[in-house]
Nanobody, 129 residues
Framework: QVQLVESGGGSVQAGESLRLSCAAS????????MVWYRQAPGKQRELVSS???????KYADSVKGRFTISRDNDKNTMYLQMSTLNPEDTAIYYC???????????????????????WGQGTQVTVSS
């Protein structure tokens, strides 16, 4: 039942900005590393940026200095602020996270923790020149 939902995509012109959000929901005990990926038509999926629970960040060379990743642990939400967009940024952007889920046992009513790898459905970003 844990889910990730991306939002904030759209169509902009080169040089403009967008802010993407990735919201996690469900019975969450902890969210570890969260990652933004993107996939352009006819191309392989690319790692864009990642952020740990402690807010340590990494960026692909193609977006360094233009994109900023962040997260709000209290809201279980990750963000990607994208500035100075160019047509090469056009892609579907996906959220990925390592989430520890709280599971209710059906036999005894007890609970346990279960780590999961979760993907969002993606949000389209289109940048025109």
């Amino acid at each position: 039942q844990v889910q990730l939902v991306e939002s904030g995509g759209g169509s902009v012109q080169a040089g403009e900005s967008l802010r993407l959000s990735c919201a996690a929901s469900g019975r969450i005990f902890r969210i570890n590393t969260m990652v933004w990926y993107r996939q352009a038509p006819g191309k392989q999926r690319e790692l864009v940026s990642s952020i740990t629970t402690e807010h340590s960040t990494k960026y692909a060379d193609s977006v360094k200095g233009r994109f900023t990743i962040s997260r709000d642990n209290d809201k279980n939400t990750m963000y990607l602020q994208m500035s100075t967009l160019n047509p090469e940024d056009t892609a579907i952007y996906y959220c990925n996270a390592q989430i520890v889920e709280i599971i209710r046992n059906l036999n005894d009513g007890g609970e346990r923790l279960e780590p999961r790898e979760v993907w969002g459905q993606g949000t389209q970003v289109t940048v025109s020149s």
